[in-house]
């Protein structure tokens, strides 16, 4: 069974920092591209950040230079380091892992709420 667990959001104030985590088990994680997904009242779900199996990386301009993504394979483990957060940064969370062509698999998100 798939699972995939997101961790690490909370209250900021602007400026700050969170680091998001996200726990794959049930897949062999070194196959799987990752994404971060956020969605925020109202809005649709935006891409923020992608890895791939080669660590490639790819961001939306909204938080490019702000935000960093990166994998740790040996610990089935994507983060999410977002720095100079802001209001409009707030949302919930998820990480996305997939193959292309294949099924993709969701986390239940995390909520991150930046105010002051």
């Known amino acids: 069974q798939v699972q995939l667990v997101e961790s690490g959001g909370g209250l900021v104030e602007p400026g700050g920092s969170l680091r998001l985590s996200c726990v794959a088990s049930?897949?062999?994680?070194?196959?799987?591209?990752v994404d971060w997904y956020r969605r925020a009242p109202g809005k649709e779900h935006e891409k923020v950040a992608s890895?791939?199996?080669?660590?490639?990386?790819d961001y939306a301009q909204s938080v490019e230079g702000r935000f960093t993504i990166s994998r740790d394979d040996l610990k089935s483990t994507v983060y999410l380091q977002m720095d100079s957060l802001k209001p409009e940064d707030t949302a919930v969370y998820y990480c996305r892992l997939y193959i292309l062509g294949k099924t993709a698999y969701w986390g239940e998100g995390t909520q991150v709420t930046v105010s002051s």
């Open positions: 049930g897949v062999t994680f070194r196959l799987y591209n």
């Open positions: 890895i791939s199996i080669g660590h490639i990386t």
